[in-house]
């Protein structure tokens, strides 16, 4: 059972970029899934607020993909600020257990500067 990511990298202030998680060992269409991501010095947050990720959600400059056929999420983040400056994890939660048996992945660092 894993989460993988992928796609972050360092990127200058405005651009683009797009992350991927690909699950294993489980189907996501079982669980609750979502993008967290930690600051420097910050706690871990959940990207734009989004508990779950339907098949298509866009939020500002955040754009949600989900592929349950696939068993992939994608995190796309365009005009890339500072302060979106994070560690970007996907993470899985069943629906009918406890946060302590959430799946995570290992993590992206996502660095937005000039």
């Known amino acids: 059972v894993q989460l993988v990511e992928s796609g972050g990298g360092l990127v200058q202030p405005g651009g683009s970029l797009t992350l991927s998680c690909v699950a294993s060992?489980?189907?996501?269409?079982?669980?609750?899934m979502r993008w967290v991501r930690q600051a420097p010095g910050k706690e871990r947050e959940l990207v734009e607020g989004v508990s779950n990720i339907g098949d298509e959600y866009v939020s500002g400059r955040f754009s949600f993909l989900r592929d349950n056929g696939k068993n992939t999420l994608s995190l796309h983040i365009s005009d890339l600020k500072p302060e979106d400056t994070a560690v970007y994890y996907c993470?899985?939660?069943?629906?009918?257990?406890?946060?302590?048996?959430?799946?995570w992945g290992q993590g992206t660092q996502v660095t937005v500067s000039s």
């Open positions: 993470n899985a939660r069943n629906p009918a257990g406890p946060a302590s048996n959430d799946i």
């Open positions: 060992g489980f189907s996501i269409r079982d669980y609750y």
